[in-house]
């Protein structure tokens, strides 16, 4: 490659993790829920290191650095995957969502490990996973998309979303080519720009880290809320009254427009004061925490021991057997099935 082009490589890989380091900094303030640092953070530094190792001048500069930097990148797009479910999904950092980091790091090692003929299709693989992983990310930034109570979310997922597809495609392009032995001088000048563009896109979005855009999600009205007026207090009063007397979280496929319209106020409105009073950042949160607190009732409750779980899931409104135990479990820490079977233990212990 020429002088001209590896200056220009340079300095775009210089502005990408530059725009990286600022967004990891800016997740170390006060105030941000642990997950999303966390997640933050893992996702900056496996970024840096994905820059510095797909730069064979930056390579040699490092030495020995270059060994825990490869190790780092190789899962770089699980930690993408984990950064966008814990922000726009407010999911925790568990061995559940690590997990497609730990394989893409597995498949990249046996890729380092295999010799050439075998690696060169290990890595083909490597790169579809993470192309797969990239676009269940896309869609779960726009799965939640109409349920999220958080305004200043809901306004970054549209330009997000349109960023990381482009980002998403170009990148899975050059990999893919590369690993079938396509490549050219200006593969890796035109790579470090789109990186560069994303990252500084990515810092001007995220530098604030607003409290409200990464913070936990709560059952509980924010501190900071305002007290409602007249007309919010009617609006919120007859939320809880359908809520509570209504049950109208038992209806199978309840959406918060539905809801805005049997409470008689715009669905932004709405969003706005579960946001605000009652606590909640995304739709289905503020649903399924009605509907778990009825499955304990069911679940200790002796007379209905012979009820099903499924009967039960399908009685408070979940689709499917799957929704209501993962979302009973990231209530409560236990399955239904566990759960049940503790609260019976505990109840012949007595």
């Known amino acids: 490659m020429s002088p001209e082009l590896t200056t220009l490589e340079m300095l775009a890989r210089g502005i990408a993790i530059g725009a990286l380091v600022a967004m990891a900094a800016s997740f170390a303030r006060p105030g941000l829920q642990p997950h999303a640092r966390l997640a933050g953070a893992l996702f900056c530094l496996g ?124 990148l899975s392009v050059f990999e893919i080519a590369e690993s079938l032995g396509f490549f050219y001088d200006w593969f890796r000048p035109l790579g470090a720009w789109t990186l560069a563009f994303y990252c500084a896109a990515g810092a001007a979005v995220f530098l604030q880290a607003r409290p409200e855009l990464f913070g936990a999600t709560l059952s509980a009205p924010a501190p900071t809320a305002p007290s409602p007026d007249p007309g919010d207090r009617a609006a919120l009063d007859k939320l809880a009254a359908l809520m509570r007397e209504g049950e109208a979280w038992r209806r199978e496929g309840l959406t918060i427009g539905a809801l805005a319209e049997d409470v008689g106020v715009p669905e932004h409105r709405l969003r706005r004061l579960i946001n605000d009073h009652l606590g909640f950042r995304n739709f289905a949160a503020f649903v399924n925490d009605r509907r778990i607190e009825a499955a304990k009732r069911v679940l200790i409750d002796p007379e209905r021991s012979r009820t099903t779980v499924a009967a039960i899931a399908f009685d408070l409104g979940f689709g499917s057997l799957g929704p209501f135990n993962r979302a009973f479990k990231e209530a409560t820490g236990l399955t239904p099935t566990e759960f049940r079977r503790a609260a019976n233990s505990g109840a012949q212990n007595d």
């Open 47 to 170: 970024t840096v290191a994905y820059a510095i190792n797909t730069s064979p001048v930056l390579h040699q500069a490092i030495g020995w650095l270059t060994y825990p930097i490869h190790f780092l990148s190789l899962g770089g797009a699980g930690l993408f995957w984990l950064f966008i479910v814990a922000v726009f999904e407010d999911k925790p950092v568990s061995h559940r969502t690590l997990w497609p980091w730990a394989l893409l790091t597995i498949i990249g090692l046996a890729g380092v490990w295999l010799p050439r003929p075998q690696a060169s299709y290990i890595w083909v693989a490597h790169n579809l996973i993470e192309a797969g992983l990239s676009a269940h990310a896309l869609y779960v930034i726009a799965r939640s998309w109409r349920g999220d109570l958080v305004e200043s979310r809901r306004r970054i997922r549209g330009p997000f979303l349109t960023l990381v597809t482009l980002y998403v495609i170009t």
